[in-house]
């Protein structure tokens, strides 16, 4: 089932993210606008200082070009023709001057007529033979200038033209525009705003309603929980990539950095990577790793009807699996204690019987005989087997078989040695096998030949071989591949140790010392296990797992 949440924020907080991001926003928009209206103001200023400097320098050009003044400077200024021109295209173009000064700076026309005839102690500018603009801080005031070299007609340089508009024009002409970006300027502010409070409203639903300091502290504890927990956690965004992964989950899965990175970019292929994907479905999935025997849960996650990806929790359960493997085991041997007992006991009675009616020679060559019985199958074990480790094995499972009426036998070519290699795994592959024959073979109707289950041990040369055989159903037709790996089996849980471990681990540890693992379908399994010599890496005497259990197993 989906993992559902709901976030509730308390009335205090409400709205104070956003409150706080739209102020902000609003705080920078008008500052910017303001800042934005000052520098245009100033390039506006400029752009008309330029506009009307070109218009003065047009209005002295024009006078320079005039007939009568250039032929009245030619010869000296004339009387009083050149103030009367002058002051003709002074007043038709609004120029607040329009002085005509000869090469010595001497003034011959001015709004002012006192100072006709007086020098203007400035220096020509156009002696250069140039158009020179700029302002003016004239005897009229400031003004937009523009001086224009005066020639006379037989082209000579005879003096200047200086034109100058005021001030209060310029300012006039500034002071219409503004208005207008002022609006462009609030209309500017007015979008920037409402896009300020979209954006606020959209990072309140983005981070579920929590505030700035709610969500540090949630990141705070996210991260004190997920590194402290003894539980693998790893988390998926929608697209299946890795968005969280804690200490133990790298630990337990060999994640190295994997933030960010898919399943199939960091895990080969195999049931632990379809468990992590969600492929394989189910509670407590069973996944072996060459270390552990993990429990994998996968959950997705949604908020409000929106999908967020999953969770994915790993729990290590080597040692819980181990302890119950070995409780097993000791049920197993109390199931085989249980049944010489009974085995015993009826011998028992038997013997009381004879020695009730007096026949004591029965009675003795019947204790004799039942003495030997015993005795006999363990010599014959020995006979085929050196190790003491495995000929205890197969004796307690011989006689867990024949509790459940299967005849367990070990074949006359076994041959193996008082120290064979891969003494640790033979235990646990041959334990396994055996459980799994006896299983096999005690379900279902006897087959006409009776139910037996047939053991093979020999060591060669280059490798030690291990067969057993059954007379059971056998494996399902197209399950060879698939009953080697963790969590396959034909039969429920016995409520304690799990079902579906005992093949995978005979197939790892066959696989991980370069062995072979092989199983014939149809009615009577023979699983052949091979292992190549030498034991270049014995299993350890304190692994996991590698303690065979002499109760009767599973199809897996």
């Avoid at 205090?12 to 008008?30: C, D, E, M, P």
């Avoid at 709004?111 to 005839?117: A, E, M, Q, V």
């Avoid at 003494?423 to 334990?431: D, E, Y």
């Avoid at 005979?506 to 199983?519: M, Q």
């Amino acid at each position: 089932m989906p993992i559902r949440f709901r976030i509730r924020i308390g009335r205090a907080g409400k709205g104070r993210l956003s409150a706080r991001i739209l102020a902000n926003q609003l705080a920078i928009l008008t500052l910017t606008g303001v800042i934005g209206f000052i520098l245009f103001a100033f390039a506006q200023r400029a752009e008309i200082d330029r506009a009307y400097e070109g218009r003065a320098l047009d209005i002295a050009q024009t006078t320079a070009a005039d007939p009568q003044i250039r032929q009245a400077m030619a010869h000296g200024g004339g009387d009083g023709i050149v103030q009367r021109v002058a002051e003709r295209f002074r007043k038709a173009s609004g120029a607040s001057y329009v002085v005509v000064l000869d090469l010595k700076g001497v003034r011959h026309s001015h709004p002012d007529p006192t100072l006709i005839g007086e020098p203007t102690g400035d220096q020509i500018v156009v002696l250069d033979g140039k158009s020179h603009v700029g302002t003016d801080q004239g005897a009229t005031g400031r003004s937009a200038n523009g001086k224009a070299p005066l020639k006379a007609p037989d082209g000579r340089l005879v003096g200047e033209v200086s034109a100058g508009i005021p001030e209060h024009y310029v300012l006039g002409e500034l002071w219409r525009e503004l208005p207008t970006f002022a609006l462009y300027s609030a209309i500017a502010v007015a979008l920037g705003s409402a896009a300020a409070f979209l954006l606020a409203r959209r990072l309140k639903r983005t981070t579920f309603g929590l505030e700035l300091e709610e969500i540090a502290g949630l990141l705070q504890d996210r991260e004190a929980m997920l590194h402290g927990i003894r539980e693998g956690v790893v988390a998926f965004d929608p697209d299946g990539r890795i968005t969280v992964v804690n200490d133990e989950a790298r630990t337990l899965l060999g994640l190295g950095t994997a933030l960010g990175s898919t399943l199939e970019e960091v895990l080969p292929s195999g049931r632990l990577r379809r468990a992590l994907d969600g492929t394989l479905t189910g509670a407590d999935l069973n996944v072996l790793t060459d270390d552990h025997c993990l429990a994998v849960n996968r959950m997705p996650v949604t908020l409000h009807g929106r999908e967020l990806g999953a969770v994915v929790t790993v729990r290590d359960r080597t040692e819980l699996i181990g302890l119950l493997r070995e409780l097993d085991s000791v049920r197993g041997l109390t199931d085989a204690l249980r049944a010489q007992q009974h085995e015993f006991t009826n011998r028992m009675h038997t013997l009381a019987g004879l020695l009730d009616i007096g026949d004591h020679d029965a009675a003795y060559a019947y204790a004799v005989e039942s003495a030997g019985a015993d005795q006999a199958l363990t010599e014959s074990v020995r006979e085929r087997i050196g190790n003491p480790l495995l000929v205890g094995l197969i004796v307690a499972k011989t006689t867990v078989a024949a509790e459940r009426g299967v005849k367990l036998e070990l074949s006359d070519d076994s041959a193996l040695g008082d120290d064979p290699p891969h003494l640790r795994r033979l235990l646990t592959i041959v334990g396994n096998l055996l459980d799994n024959a006896i299983d096999a073979a005690a379900g279902g109707p006897p087959p006409a030949g009776g139910r037996e289950v047939q053991l093979t041990l020999i060591e060669a040369v280059d490798q030690v071989m291990v067969r057993v055989a059954d007379s059971g159903s056998g494996i399902p037709p197209g399950a060879a591949e698939s009953i080697f790996e963790d969590g396959w089996s034909t039969r429920p849980d016995r409520g304690t140790a799990r079902r579906g471990l005992g093949l995978a681990l005979v197939h790892r540890l066959a696989a991980r010392h370069g062995g072979a693992i092989t199983v014939s379908e149809g009615p009577g399994a023979v699983f052949t296990v091979v292992l190549p010599l030498p034991d270049a890496t014995p299993v350890p005497r304190d692994a996991q797992f590698t303690t065979a259990s002499p109760t009767g197993g599973d199809r897996g």
